[in-house]
Protein backbone atom coordinates (compact mmCIF):
# COMPACT_ATOMS: atom_id res chain seq x y z
CA UNK A 1 0.00 0.00 0.00
CA UNK A 2 2.97 2.29 0.72
CA UNK A 3 3.47 4.91 -2.22
CA UNK A 4 0.42 4.11 -3.46
CA UNK A 5 -2.12 5.99 -1.03
CA UNK A 6 -4.48 7.89 -3.01
CA UNK A 7 -3.97 12.13 -3.07
CA UNK A 8 -7.69 13.65 -2.48
CA UNK A 9 -8.20 17.56 -3.12
CA UNK A 10 -10.73 19.29 -1.13
CA UNK A 11 -11.48 22.42 -2.61
CA UNK A 12 -13.85 24.57 0.25
CA UNK A 13 -12.81 23.75 3.76
CA UNK A 14 -16.58 24.74 5.29
CA UNK A 15 -18.81 22.00 6.99
CA UNK A 16 -19.10 19.18 4.68
CA UNK A 17 -15.66 19.91 3.36
CA UNK A 18 -13.99 19.50 6.97
CA UNK A 19 -16.22 16.56 7.40
CA UNK A 20 -14.96 14.83 4.36
CA UNK A 21 -11.51 15.66 5.57
CA UNK A 22 -12.08 14.13 8.46
CA UNK A 23 -13.32 10.59 7.30
CA UNK A 24 -11.22 10.86 4.26
CA UNK A 25 -7.79 10.95 6.66
CA UNK A 26 -9.59 8.01 8.79
CA UNK A 27 -9.39 6.04 5.66
CA UNK A 28 -5.72 6.90 4.87
CA UNK A 29 -5.57 8.75 2.12
CA UNK A 30 -3.26 11.94 1.69
CA UNK A 31 -5.92 15.06 1.88
CA UNK A 32 -4.95 18.31 0.63
CA UNK A 33 -7.59 21.37 1.20
CA UNK A 34 -7.87 24.70 -0.39
CA UNK A 35 -9.62 27.21 1.48
CA UNK A 36 -9.97 30.77 0.43
CA UNK A 37 -9.25 32.02 4.37
CA UNK A 38 -5.77 31.26 5.50
CA UNK A 39 -7.50 31.07 9.11
CA UNK A 40 -9.45 28.24 8.14
CA UNK A 41 -6.18 26.52 6.48
CA UNK A 42 -4.73 26.42 9.85
CA UNK A 43 -7.43 25.42 11.58
CA UNK A 44 -8.16 22.66 9.38
CA UNK A 45 -4.48 21.28 9.43
CA UNK A 46 -4.19 21.62 13.55
CA UNK A 47 -7.61 19.71 13.83
CA UNK A 48 -6.25 16.68 11.67
CA UNK A 49 -8.89 17.29 8.49
CA UNK A 50 -5.99 17.40 6.16
CA UNK A 51 -2.15 16.40 5.75
CA UNK A 52 -2.07 20.08 4.33
CA UNK A 53 -3.94 23.13 3.18
CA UNK A 54 -3.35 26.73 1.68
CA UNK A 55 -5.28 28.95 -0.23
CA UNK A 56 -3.52 28.37 -4.12
CA UNK A 57 -5.23 26.36 -6.35
CA UNK A 58 -1.83 24.74 -8.04
CA UNK A 59 -1.93 22.68 -4.41
CA UNK A 60 -4.70 20.36 -6.26
CA UNK A 61 -2.27 19.94 -9.28
CA UNK A 62 -1.04 16.93 -8.07
CA UNK A 63 -4.42 15.04 -6.54
CA UNK A 64 -5.99 12.23 -8.18
CA UNK A 65 -9.18 13.41 -7.08
CA UNK A 66 -10.81 16.55 -6.32
CA UNK A 67 -13.99 17.42 -4.01
CA UNK A 68 -15.61 20.60 -4.67
CA UNK A 69 -16.78 21.79 -1.12
CA UNK A 70 -17.80 25.70 -1.93
CA UNK A 71 -21.04 27.34 -1.79
CA UNK A 72 -23.49 26.11 -4.86
CA UNK A 73 -22.93 29.88 -6.80
CA UNK A 74 -18.83 29.47 -6.64
CA UNK A 75 -18.76 25.76 -8.21
CA UNK A 76 -18.95 26.40 -11.82
CA UNK A 77 -16.50 29.54 -11.20
CA UNK A 78 -14.29 27.72 -9.26
CA UNK A 79 -14.15 24.54 -11.51
CA UNK A 80 -13.08 26.45 -14.65
CA UNK A 81 -10.31 27.99 -12.61
CA UNK A 82 -9.06 24.52 -11.31
CA UNK A 83 -8.87 23.38 -14.41
CA UNK A 84 -5.78 25.06 -15.60
CA UNK A 85 -3.64 23.35 -12.63
CA UNK A 86 -4.80 19.87 -13.05
CA UNK A 87 -3.78 16.63 -15.25
CA UNK A 88 -6.27 15.55 -17.76
CA UNK A 89 -7.07 12.29 -15.69
CA UNK A 90 -7.66 14.12 -12.30
CA UNK A 91 -11.64 13.27 -11.36
CA UNK A 92 -14.10 16.42 -9.95
CA UNK A 93 -16.57 15.45 -8.31
CA UNK A 94 -19.12 18.28 -5.95
CA UNK A 95 -21.30 18.11 -3.24
CA UNK A 96 -23.81 20.81 -4.04
CA UNK A 97 -27.38 19.93 -2.93
CA UNK A 98 -28.62 21.17 -6.73
CA UNK A 99 -27.19 18.68 -9.73
CA UNK A 100 -28.59 19.99 -13.04
CA UNK A 101 -26.87 23.41 -13.75
CA UNK A 102 -23.81 22.35 -12.18
CA UNK A 103 -23.78 19.16 -14.44
CA UNK A 104 -24.60 20.80 -17.75
CA UNK A 105 -22.21 23.37 -17.11
CA UNK A 106 -19.02 21.14 -16.06
CA UNK A 107 -19.54 18.24 -18.07
CA UNK A 108 -18.59 19.52 -21.64
CA UNK A 109 -15.26 21.39 -19.84
CA UNK A 110 -14.00 18.51 -17.92
CA UNK A 111 -14.65 15.33 -18.99
CA UNK A 112 -13.76 13.47 -15.66
CA UNK A 113 -16.44 15.09 -13.84
CA UNK A 114 -19.19 13.55 -11.77
CA UNK A 115 -21.72 15.34 -9.98
CA UNK A 116 -22.80 14.52 -5.85
CA UNK A 117 -24.27 15.58 -3.33
CA UNK A 118 -24.34 13.69 0.35
CA UNK A 119 -27.45 14.24 1.71
CA UNK A 120 -26.03 15.44 5.12
CA UNK A 121 -25.64 18.34 6.73
CA UNK A 122 -25.65 20.02 10.84
CA UNK A 123 -27.01 23.24 11.76
CA UNK A 124 -23.88 25.06 12.42
CA UNK A 125 -22.28 25.77 9.58
CA UNK A 126 -18.26 26.59 8.95
CA UNK A 127 -14.98 24.44 9.76
CA UNK A 128 -15.85 24.64 13.75
CA UNK A 129 -18.85 22.66 12.95
CA UNK A 130 -16.92 19.99 11.15
CA UNK A 131 -17.13 16.29 13.13
CA UNK A 132 -15.81 12.38 11.92
CA UNK A 133 -18.79 10.20 10.42
CA UNK A 134 -21.33 12.73 9.05
CA UNK A 135 -22.17 10.71 6.16
CA UNK A 136 -22.65 7.04 7.98
CA UNK A 137 -25.77 5.56 6.71
CA UNK A 138 -26.85 9.00 5.08
CA UNK A 139 -28.11 9.01 1.50
CA UNK A 140 -25.12 10.05 -0.50
CA UNK A 141 -26.62 10.43 -4.56
CA UNK A 142 -24.68 10.20 -7.57
CA UNK A 143 -25.12 11.97 -10.78
CA UNK A 144 -23.21 10.39 -13.82
CA UNK A 145 -24.54 11.20 -17.69
CA UNK A 146 -23.98 9.33 -20.52
CA UNK A 147 -20.73 10.46 -21.55
CA UNK A 148 -18.98 10.00 -17.68
CA UNK A 149 -16.54 7.59 -18.03
CA UNK A 150 -17.31 4.03 -15.81
CA UNK A 151 -13.58 4.27 -14.38
CA UNK A 152 -14.60 7.64 -12.53
CA UNK A 153 -17.71 6.18 -11.51
CA UNK A 154 -16.40 2.93 -10.00
CA UNK A 155 -13.20 5.37 -8.00
CA UNK A 156 -15.60 7.86 -6.76
CA UNK A 157 -17.46 5.04 -5.58
CA UNK A 158 -15.48 3.24 -3.44
CA UNK A 159 -14.37 6.94 -1.89
CA UNK A 160 -17.60 7.58 -1.03
CA UNK A 161 -18.24 3.71 0.56
CA UNK A 162 -15.64 4.23 2.26
CA UNK A 163 -17.82 6.94 4.24
CA UNK A 164 -19.94 4.77 5.10
CA UNK A 165 -22.88 6.46 3.25
CA UNK A 166 -25.69 4.83 0.83
CA UNK A 167 -25.14 5.50 -2.39
CA UNK A 168 -27.87 6.56 -5.12
CA UNK A 169 -27.87 6.71 -8.67
CA UNK A 170 -29.94 8.98 -10.42
CA UNK A 171 -30.43 11.81 -13.19
CA UNK A 172 -29.37 15.28 -12.09
CA UNK A 173 -32.84 16.41 -13.16
CA UNK A 174 -34.41 13.65 -11.14
CA UNK A 175 -32.33 14.42 -8.04
CA UNK A 176 -33.19 17.78 -8.34
CA UNK A 177 -36.82 17.14 -8.37
CA UNK A 178 -36.80 14.81 -5.25
CA UNK A 179 -34.91 17.09 -2.99
CA UNK A 180 -37.13 19.78 -4.05
CA UNK A 181 -40.33 17.90 -1.99
CA UNK A 182 -38.33 17.12 0.69
CA UNK A 183 -35.33 19.46 1.05
CA UNK A 184 -36.34 22.59 -0.31
CA UNK A 185 -39.66 23.04 0.15
CA UNK A 186 -39.37 22.75 3.97
CA UNK A 187 -36.43 25.06 4.02
CA UNK A 188 -39.44 27.88 2.39
CA UNK A 189 -42.25 26.25 4.53
CA UNK A 190 -40.23 26.85 7.66
CA UNK A 191 -39.34 30.20 6.99
CA UNK A 192 -43.09 31.11 5.63
CA UNK A 193 -44.47 29.62 9.48
CA UNK A 194 -41.31 32.16 10.94
CA UNK A 195 -42.34 34.74 9.12
CA UNK A 196 -46.30 34.09 9.48
CA UNK A 197 -45.47 34.31 13.73
CA UNK A 198 -43.72 37.43 13.36
CA UNK A 199 -46.65 38.82 11.54
CA UNK A 200 -48.58 38.96 15.02
CA UNK A 201 -49.40 42.60 15.59
CA UNK A 202 -50.31 42.11 19.35
CA UNK A 203 -46.97 42.79 20.78
CA UNK A 204 -48.23 41.01 24.18
CA UNK A 205 -49.57 38.24 21.82
CA UNK A 206 -46.58 38.19 20.26
CA UNK A 207 -44.13 38.26 23.34
CA UNK A 208 -46.51 35.12 24.91
CA UNK A 209 -45.77 32.96 21.46
CA UNK A 210 -42.05 33.58 22.17
CA UNK A 211 -42.31 32.34 25.76
CA UNK A 212 -44.51 29.28 24.85
CA UNK A 213 -42.55 28.20 22.02
CA UNK A 214 -41.35 24.50 22.73
CA UNK A 215 -40.43 21.11 20.60
CA UNK A 216 -43.31 22.04 18.10
CA UNK A 217 -41.99 25.28 16.84
CA UNK A 218 -38.59 24.27 17.32
CA UNK A 219 -39.01 21.40 14.96
CA UNK A 220 -40.77 23.05 12.27
CA UNK A 221 -38.83 26.22 12.23
CA UNK A 222 -35.74 24.52 12.30
CA UNK A 223 -34.85 24.56 8.41
CA UNK A 224 -35.81 28.08 7.54
CA UNK A 225 -34.66 29.63 10.49
CA UNK A 226 -31.25 28.18 8.98
CA UNK A 227 -27.90 30.05 6.63
CA UNK A 228 -29.77 32.23 4.29
CA UNK A 229 -27.28 32.27 1.68
CA UNK A 230 -27.93 28.61 1.48
CA UNK A 231 -31.89 29.12 0.86
CA UNK A 232 -31.38 31.74 -1.32
CA UNK A 233 -28.90 29.77 -3.60
CA UNK A 234 -31.30 26.49 -3.39
CA UNK A 235 -34.26 28.95 -4.67
CA UNK A 236 -31.80 30.43 -7.20
CA UNK A 237 -30.42 27.08 -8.65
CA UNK A 238 -33.17 24.73 -8.31
CA UNK A 239 -35.93 28.00 -9.24
CA UNK A 240 -38.27 25.91 -11.47
CA UNK A 241 -38.48 22.33 -9.40
CA UNK A 242 -38.81 24.80 -5.97
CA UNK A 243 -41.71 26.44 -7.94
CA UNK A 244 -43.37 23.63 -8.73
CA UNK A 245 -43.38 21.84 -5.32
CA UNK A 246 -44.25 25.38 -3.46
CA UNK A 247 -47.67 25.32 -5.87
CA UNK A 248 -48.81 21.91 -5.02
CA UNK A 249 -47.57 22.92 -1.21
CA UNK A 250 -50.25 26.07 -1.55
CA UNK A 251 -53.05 23.75 -3.65
CA UNK A 252 -52.89 21.49 -0.27
CA UNK A 253 -52.23 23.92 2.56
CA UNK A 254 -55.81 25.81 0.32
CA UNK A 255 -57.44 22.18 0.86
CA UNK A 256 -56.69 22.21 4.94
CA UNK A 257 -58.24 25.61 5.11
CA UNK A 258 -61.29 24.76 3.50
CA UNK A 259 -61.86 21.84 5.57
CA UNK A 260 -61.16 23.92 8.50
CA UNK A 261 -63.32 26.69 7.42
CA UNK A 262 -66.30 24.35 6.21
CA UNK A 263 -65.95 22.51 9.73
CA UNK A 264 -65.16 18.96 7.66
CA UNK A 265 -63.66 17.40 11.00
CA UNK A 266 -64.38 13.86 9.23
CA UNK A 267 -62.15 15.25 5.81
CA UNK A 268 -59.51 16.86 8.30
CA UNK A 269 -59.38 12.91 10.47
CA UNK A 270 -58.58 11.17 7.38
CA UNK A 271 -56.43 13.52 6.02
CA UNK A 272 -54.12 13.46 9.07
CA UNK A 273 -54.57 9.54 9.49
CA UNK A 274 -52.90 9.18 5.87
CA UNK A 275 -49.97 11.53 6.36
CA UNK A 276 -49.59 9.75 10.26
CA UNK A 277 -49.44 6.49 7.78
CA UNK A 278 -47.10 7.42 5.09
CA UNK A 279 -44.43 10.13 7.35
CA UNK A 280 -42.70 6.70 8.14
CA UNK A 281 -42.08 5.99 4.83
CA UNK A 282 -39.72 9.19 4.12
CA UNK A 283 -37.79 8.50 7.78
CA UNK A 284 -37.19 5.02 7.34
Known amino acids: MLGMVMKIGIL ?14 SQGYNVVGVSRQESTCQKAISAGIVNQAGQDLSL ?4 EVVFVCTPIGLIVPQVKELTSHLSKSTIITDVGSVKTPIVSA ?10 GHPMAGKT ?3 IDAAEPH ?3 NRPYVLTPTDTTPNHLVTIV ?14 QPEQHDRAVSWISHLPVIVSASLIAACLSETDPEIAQLAENFASSGFRDTSRVG ?8 MMAEYN ?12 EKLDEFIKMIDEEKWHNLQHKLECNKQARPRYLE
Request: hydrophobic share 40%.
Open 225 to 232: GGNPELGV
Open 134 to 136: LFV
Open 239 to 250: RQALLYSLHQYR
Open 124 to 126: EVG
Open 106 to 115: ITPIWENFLG
Open 60 to 63: LAST
Open 157 to 170: EEIVRSLGANIYYC
Open 12 to 25: GLGLIGGCLGFDLR
